[in-house]
């Protein structure tokens, strides 16, 4: 195993398939660093929107004015954090400044779901009760997950943290082509962890053991995975198929995402 920096750029590489790093979750006194600085943020595009928002609607009936209101809290409070954090991968400007980023239970990057989820659940802990719930959730989580967290299957981690990555799982050539036009995507972040868990600690187990859980596993990776795998393949292929084409697809999708964001930012060369 080689020793790599996971942070911009290097965490590209930890997708759903590594999922066995458990990477050490950020501080209490970080994340509260953190959310104080998003939250002054938010209350300032919050006060920025509404005064602006009313001195255009003046002219409208107290309605429209309460309907212009509340769109601006919705904006500061739910579209703008779910938005740069969706854009970032799990960094708000809060976690800029400390350093920290938000990834799943898997360590991968979260996406537009996982951003959601912890957004909408933000609006009421964070923003309507003043973060008192989401410190009391954080001290009470082994992993300093807040209620958001704990819907979205996430929690916030350094954002440079030196770990020992594991070998990627190989594919095997024989499952190649079925893996490659598989679908996948509902396959649980839980689920792929606790497979790519197994199948490096296979070897040490008992032959019994390791038939029962491999047989359990793909038992389950089978309910989230369409078409079935071809018969006569060991549980373990199957698996390690899975996860491969899995890593496969979210290095794919990261390095789309990367060269968009670079076109987007690209400075007009005819200016």
């Known amino acids: 195993m080689s020793s790599a920096t996971v942070g911009v750029g290097d965490d590209d590489f930890v997708t759903g398939e590594a999922v066995a790093l458990d990477l050490p979750p950020a501080s209490i006194g970080s994340r509260i660093l953190s959310g104080f600085l998003d939250y002054l943020i938010v209350w300032v595009m ?4 509404v005064s602006a928002g009313t ?15 509340l769109v601006c809290f919705l904006v500061a409070w739910l579209v703008y954090p779910v938005t740069i954090e969706t854009l970032t991968r799990g960094r708000s400007l809060g976690k800029m400044a400390a350093g920290l980023r938000t990834v799943r239970d898997d360590a991968g990057p979260i996406t537009f779901r996982h951003a959601f989820a912890r957004g909408l659940l933000g609006v009421v802990e964070v923003y309507l009760f003043w973060g008192i719930p989401a410190v009391i959730a954080s001290i009470l989580s082994s992993k300093g997950k807040r209620l958001g967290d704990m819907l979205a299957g996430t929690y916030v981690v350094r954002d440079r943290v030196t ?9 095997p050539p024989q499952l190649a082509g079925w893996a490659m036009n598989a679908d996948i995507t509902q396959l649980p972040d839980d689920l792929a962890m606790a497979v790519r868990t197994f199948l490096p600690a296979a070897p040490t187990m008992t032959p019994r053991s390791r038939d029962e859980m491999g047989r359990k596993l793909l038992a389950e990776m089978t309910l989230y995975v369409s078409p079935p795998p071809p018969p006569g393949n060991h549980p373990e292929y199957v698996l390690a198929a899975i996860l491969a084409d899995r890593r496969r697809r979210d290095t794919v999708r990261l390095a789309r995402d990367t060269a968009l964001r670079q076109r987007l930012t690209a400075p007009d060369r005819m200016s």
Do not use: R
């Not at 919050?46 to 929107?49: Q, S, V, W």
């Not at 770990?163 to 594919?171: E, G, N, W």
């Open 46 to 49: 919050t006060f920025t929107l």
């Open 55 to 69: 001195a255009l609607s003046q002219q409208l009936d107290d309605a429209l004015i309460a309907a212009t209101v």
């Open 163 to 171: 770990a020992q990555l594991p070998p990627p799982v190989p594919m």
